[in-house]
């Protein structure tokens, strides 16, 4: 049975396409899609010319498979993503720093002075962290958001932090500027769809053993919610190759642009988990079209509570972002943040 | 620093060794595990002399690495689980049969009777699906609660079903005799936590992408709430190997039962997702030291909304469990359940 | 382009086959395998009634793809391999025990004497050992031959051992009973083709990183050769699990027989390389339909040249025979070899 | 016991040397490695100081494991491959172009000519080409050797093709300007000892189902024949994930040059299987610090008899070249070859 996307721009009334297709014994329903009205129509009506005086969308497409409302050809020019200011998918290279957890007031304070004064455009940190053990750090948890929201205020830069509960959703939405989905919960498909409701940005991380099509089919658990405000982060996948600790799918970063409008983040510190090889992946994501980078800093890798040997130290990253830059520079690109002085942190 | 578990009968007092090993700057903390009760002590207390007139360990083992509530020398016998009556862990080679995905009564009181005609011990089927793709059936959620009721009622077989999200849990466990949770959520630890704590038999199935280290750790998230009644569950994993759905990892079998007291299901139909595989490797299963088997059957595969192609028929559920019972006659073990005349399904 | 596979007995003039299929512009070629000859025809010629007077195949198979001469509907009731009087593939449970390399004489011969004297059909040895690196031991070449040969000669065992290079073939075939291939010779095609020419049985094993078809693919190189004594050998595949050596892929047994009319091993000690996990392993595959099983014993693994850590020592190879007896008899089948005195070694 | 490795300039006496290890009981050994030579010591006498008049070394170093001969320790400033005149390992990216097969004399010709033009530094093309299914193409064999000397007298570039078996090392020696190991064969050691006594520079391809540390080892078995002309090669990895042929491990590109003097090469084409990925691979390899790269060009992909759907048509090889000195100078660095003017085939 034939399927098909019709993008409309928002504001468009489609009830005369919803009642078109009903009639012709097609199933159709309208999403939202950012500044878009998608509607997604399944059966026979899709085969035949619509009648007269309805809006024309600015796009239609053949749907193929369950991966709809994220198909690049639904925006072939792509979906900006606003995390708190920080644009991702513009076209520039937009770099978050900062510490795999929240450990306390000082370790994050400096961290993410390190991350704003390199030329990051926003801050990661941990403030729930899943474990493998439950004998782990497991995180500041709530204590840890304020200690984020405390950064945020000082550097200016926006928060970026994961949700690992459907009944965190609610109040991490009041503060934070960004979700992240963990590895470990890409299939949490509850998780995704509460987190897709909540209308912030969500930066969705590939299950570590999930395919790009896994990935991309989770993705729509969010979309599905009206909310396009999507980045799709590879972080690495379990092959038999253990010197580093993942493989970093390079190849899935190029595959997942050609298939999907939304931008897409590359996690090299977490792949890796060696400090030597995270400048060089970093360089390699961006060569592979990567719009945006994660890095762990830790201003003390030795004492980190949760997986400090694969941060990078301040002057480390430092020199990163400068290679980063001139690398950008050869591939037409920018840097989407700029070097600035150190804030004062009281 | 030395840890140390000391496994005491349960009603044994053993706040004086807390006090001994707080005197001696030492953590520890008891936790109930079934009918037992475990100090984890954690520092020098654990090197030196009792003082005379504490109660006697049943076992003091030396702990390593984060495995502890679930090591083999905690209960060298072994930890037998009663789901709804159904004994996992006693010897016996125990079946749960079910259908993958409960989608209406009549199949599901059918495929119950099947399951209960030819010797299942318990009844599996999902009312809550995770599914790769939103747009895929995710099952009749609370209204295929009541129908594993029903089936129940009428096979006298107690119902194992999939629990996702942690607002769930209390609801569920109201009717249910135990949880499963699924691969995709092995590592979903909140939901862990939560299910530990509803006192329930929880079959807890190993992520594709997991290893066996990884699954005994998400295990102690459910011991740590002072439940013993946990199931590991071997469905397959993800290698470059198509052929099959997944790859069933039967090494794995063998390895957590001699590392881990808790009892080892497998999921041959899950893991190669070809109904021709499911009678080889089930047997192949039981060789290798599975306590139970979880098998999908279908009344009529080709309808199936959910995994229908690797569901038994009812003929191959018959003839499988002909030769499971004499596979494990030859490696001196019993059938759990029994074959009985159909239930009478009005 | 329509495909045909057609079954004669041996000694069948198939000439005429060969003019009609070449009268109708049909690339078609005769092969001997084993007691049959098999036409092998590729396009229109194998869609239209063949002439009258040409004698009538045993079976005629469409082909699909590249697996053709080993496939089950070829023969149906399977082939039976003769490894100087150890029948693989005849029903029965066939074990080849002996050492990973041959180390000396004593080493040699008194594991020779364990694998005689608890049921194995036939001896295994490493004489040239593809090792991983330079610097390790490699085996003691031609000289380990001589040794293999006196094991022989003192247990009546016929001996299987590995060949590494083309230019070996000829020399070890006018010795040994059996070729082995290992895993990482698998896709050696020129060596398949020259040991295919010998005459003698091979044993090929799995790549750790190659599909099940990659698998049938190769043994095509040996059949092509016109000889059809080949056993397939699964030895564990390249997963992200390193808890055992490599991934035991039982599903793959199950699989190559419903596939293939050629017999298969399996090689547990390899797979997991834990001492432990070899007898549950055995048994496992014996379940999943494993017509033989490789066995590593060791007098002394501790002062093994070679993978001596999954060997097993006498006493180990002992009890596993035992159980593997009941085991086969639980699934209808017998053991391949008798237990016997030990035998004298002066 | 420990391992030190002395390295000392080409033509150095080391006779002495050998005498002192040989007097403490250690055992030592010296090797040629290109302009240098290397005492590899195993005992006591390494942790002694050595008698006055022995020549110092230019460098020592403890040696750990199995990778010896090829580590970055023995050569900080890394080694040149010089290729028949295109070096590898000096800095720039060089990229060595052409067919994946050689099929025949217009398509080698009119491959290498777009190789060339684009700026090339020397021509790839498979004459023996190892393949999964014996009823595949085999490459034109001897005949394709010649056409490959055709297209290096045409075009001037030096060409490198693979050897599949130690029957042919010697008289591909006298015509080609490099060997290429291709994966299948990367553990085919015999192979390896044979091409590396040669003496022409060797391309070793990692295996797809080997580690790096595996791949590391497998050099050695080349450079233990004194031979230093070897470029590694990263190829891609099986993983579970499909979606492209093979996972391209570009974080082992880095690993391989941190651990290793020796250069390394990328080979984007194989790995991905897909064209449109190629360039993104391409200068993700390049950024990941690759110093070659391997790219299949076909003038007809669509007629191609072996891999033709990976290879680039030449417009797209051309944008490639292009985007990729664009990189190079972001990164500090040149390309190997120059554009020039289209070779003109008579």
Redesign the interface.
């Known amino acids: 049975m034939s399927e098909s996307l019709l993008v409309f721009a928002a504001g468009t009334n489609v009830d005369g396409w919803l009642q078109h297709f009903d009639s012709t014994g097609t199933t159709a329903n309208s999403v939202k899609l950012g500044d878009s009205i998608v509607v997604i129509a399944k059966g026979p009506g899709t085969e035949i010319p619509a009648p007269a005086g309805l809006p024309a969308p600015k796009h239609e497409v053949a749907s193929k498979g ?1 991966f ?1 409302l994220g198909r690049r050809e639904l925006r072939p020019e792509g979906t900006i993503v606003n995390i708190g200011g920080a644009k991702v998918g513009d076209g520039s290279v937009a770099v978050f720093g900062g510490p795999c957890a929240v450990e306390n007031r000082e370790q994050m304070l400096a961290t993410a002075s390190v991350a704003a004064q390199y030329g990051s455009v926003g801050l990661r940190g941990g403030a729930f962290k ?7 750090f497991q995180g500041l948890r709530w204590a840890g958001l304020e200690l984020l929201e405390e950064a945020r205020a000082h550097t200016g830069l926006p928060i970026l932090t994961e949700c ?4 965190h959703v609610e109040r991490l939405a009041e503060t934070i500027d960004g979700f992240q989905i963990g590895a ?2 890409m ?5 995704l ?1 509460e987190v897709g409701k909540a209308g912030l940005p969500v930066v969705l991380k590939r ?8 990935t991309l ?2 993705s ?2 969010i979309t ?1 919610q009206g909310n396009d405000q999507v980045v799709l982060c590879e972080r690495g ?8 600790r993942f ?9 997942m ?2 298939r999907s409008h939304l931008p897409v983040m590359v996690d090299p510190s977490h ?2 988990g060696i400090p ?2 995270v400048e ?2 970093t ?7 990567a719009d945006a980078l994660l890095i762990d800093i830790h201003v003390q890798p030795e004492q980190a509570l949760c997986d400090g040997k694969q941060a990078l130290v301040p002057e480390a990253f430092r020199g990163l972002m400068t ?1 980063l830059e ?7 690109r920018k840097m989407g943040g700029v070097v600035r002085p150190a804030p004062d942190f009281a």
Chains 1, 2, 3, 4 share one sequence.
């Open positions: 369950d709809r899943p474990r493998t053990s439950p004998y782990s690992v509960d459907p009944r470990r919960n299939q949490n498909f509850e998780l769809s299950g570590f053993g999930c395919t790009v099509d896994e089919a989770a729509e658990y599905a996948i379990r092959t038999f190759e253990h010197s580093t493989t970093l799918d390079l190849s899935a970063v190029a595959l642009k050609q792949s890796v030597a090889l060089p992946m360089l390699a994501a961006a060569a592979a079209g290679k001139l690398l950008a520079m050869g591939i037409g």
